[in-house]
């Protein structure tokens, strides 16, 4: 069974940049999926990027490309989300979740269609 687990949350003043990263304890494939979500109080969560495994495959949603990047760290064994330009409204969990197949885009960015969870970092950025 996969266990993920993120690191790298803390406060950012707007304009910076923080580095979140995913690790996954249980076996994974090259076409294993991680995936970025992020929750704000009160507000839905909210699909930020994926990648494969491997690192051969990612997609960030067209309103955040230019400032996030997923990626894949060979050293480290994990998944990195890189944010750039942080805004205030980046603040959130931001959560890693783990599926087995890139599947539709459907799929892809549904909360419910992911097998593991992550239990989330708290990111804060400051005006």
């Known amino acids: 069974q996969v266990q993920l687990g993120e690191s790298g949350g803390g406060l950012a003043q707007a304009g910076g940049s923080l580095r979140l990263s995913c690790s996954s304890s249980?076996?994974?494939?090259?076409?294993?999926?991680m995936s970025w979500f992020r929750q704000a109080p009160g507000k839905e969560r909210e699909f930020v990027g994926a990648i494969t495994w491997s690192g051969a495959r990612t997609y960030v949603p067209e309103f955040l490309k230019g400032r996030f990047t997923v990626s894949r760290d060979n050293v480290q064994n994990t998944v990195s989300l890189q944010m750039n330009s942080l805004k205030p409204e980046d603040t959130a969990v931001y959560y890693c979740a783990a599926r087995r197949q890139w599947g539709n885009s459907t799929e892809l960015l549904s909360t419910s269609r992911y097998n593991y969870w992550g239990q989330g970092t708290q990111v804060t950025v400051s005006s």
């Open positions: 249980g076996r994974t494939l090259k076409e294993f999926v």
